[in-house]
């Protein structure tokens, strides 16, 4: 059963920064692709960022330049930090697994979800 665990959220000011973390149980790494993604009233669920097994990574088009995805294996844990933050980035962000991510980062292709952790700006 895969774990996972976000932290890392709060509140900051327009063009501020925040790193999200995500504690995940042993083993998920080598079997599945990460991903952040964040839910708004007004847009519902959207993918953010991923990152396959290969380290390859992909953005959704508003965060390319601000944020970056990462990852310590050894740690098991993946990271979301976020630079020059803007009130549309306001949600709650969730930390997922799948065995796939495409460039479209579909909310469809993660099979589990850590509780979420909220960033206001």
């Known amino acids: 059963h895969v774990q996972l665990v976000e932290s890392g959220g709060g509140s900051v000011q327009d063009g501020g920064s925040l790193r999200l973390s995500c504690k995940f149980s042993v083993d998920t790494n080598s079997r599945y692709c990460m991903g952040w993604f964040r839910r708004t009233p007004g847009k519902g669920l959207e993918g953010v960022a991923a990152?396959?097994?290969?380290?390859?990574?992909a953005y959704t088009d508003s965060v390319k330049g601000r944020f970056t995805i990462s990852k310590d294996n050894a740690g098991n844990s993946l990271f979301l930090h976020m630079t020059n933050l803007k009130p549309e980035d306001t949600a709650m962000y969730y930390c997922a697994a799948g065995y796939y991510f495409g460039l479209a980062i579909s909310p469809s292709q993660a099979h589990y979800w850590g509780q979420g952790t909220q960033v206001t700006v």
């Open positions: 990152i396959r097994r290969d380290d390859l990574t």
